[in-house]
């Protein structure tokens, strides 16, 4: 049996992260987390410490710190859920989002989602764009950070692959084990003819929005776009009806 039919679309929670730097400037680092950053900037540009800017290290924080998580915090959970409706074959996609300037809280309040309505990794899966490289790991590590107990359904220091065959990766099913490739979540709407999630704001302008507007809703709407797209790929890899505008419902 496939990753595609192991578990029932109804026991699937699919999600969405969206993060951005720890603090707005550079500058609001600690010295010691300043001089890790720019270790960490040496890292990634391959240049020594003498050729690299200060403004460029300033830069580079406020865009690219927000993927790290030791640099970076969680300010949106974005689920979606398929349920059935009483009198209609067609499923429905209930969106939901926890997001919060506080950290912990999102985090505590979507492992209380887990926790009572998908707890069991026999009977439950949770569904992402490339989770287990990023959405996976980095909630699990700011619970630490934030010194959360980890849901039972995301306890997986340590485990086996097989053991971990409730994280379904869409980006995993689409390599069909071709390890050299990265492909996003836009392009693979695109292929399938999916409409695009990317109408407002990208990934890349979260930590700005966060910063400069602190508009939490603006970036809900856009992390709930990603994980109605996710469902639409799913769907499509496993040759099901894409859902129309009127089977998505949004809970708040």
Not at 98 to 121: G, K, M, Q
Not at 159 to 181: A, C, V, Y
């Amino acid at each position: 049996m496939s990753a595609f039919d192991v578990y029932d679309i109804y026991n699937i929670l699919f999600l969405d992260i969206e993060t951005a730097p720890c603090v707005q400037e550079f500058d609001d680092l600690s010295d010691e987390m300043q001089e890790l950053w720019r270790s960490k900037c040496r890292t990634m540009l391959k240049r020594p410490d003498d050729d690299i800017e200060q403004d460029e290290l300033e830069e580079l924080f406020k865009t690219r710190a927000g993927i790290y998580s030791e640099y970076g915090k969680i300010i949106c959970i974005s689920v979606g859920f398929l349920t059935r409706q009483q009198d209609s074959k067609e499923p429905i996609l209930r969106l939901k989002s926890f997001s919060n300037h506080l950290e912990a809280t999102v985090i505590e309040d979507f492992a209380d989602l887990l926790n009572r309505h998908f707890n069991s990794p026999d009977k439950f899966a949770v569904c992402g764009h490339n989770i287990k490289e990023f959405d996976v790991p980095y909630i699990c590590r700011r619970s630490l950070i934030n010194q959360l107990p980890l849901p039972k359904m995301l306890d997986i220091a340590g485990r086996k692959p097989w053991e971990t065959k409730h994280l379904l990766d869409t980006l995993e099913m689409w390599k069909f084990g071709d390890i050299k490739n990265y492909t996003s979540l836009r392009l693979l709407c695109a292929v399938f003819d999916i409409p695009s999630p990317k109408d407002d704001i990208s990934g890349a302008d979260v930590g700005q929005v966060y910063w400069e507007e602190r508009d939490l809703d603006r970036i809900a709407a856009y992390c709930e776009k990603d994980v109605l797209a996710t469902v639409q790929l799913f769907l499509r890899l496993k040759r099901l009806p894409l859902l129309r505008a009127d089977q998505v419902v949004t809970v708040r």
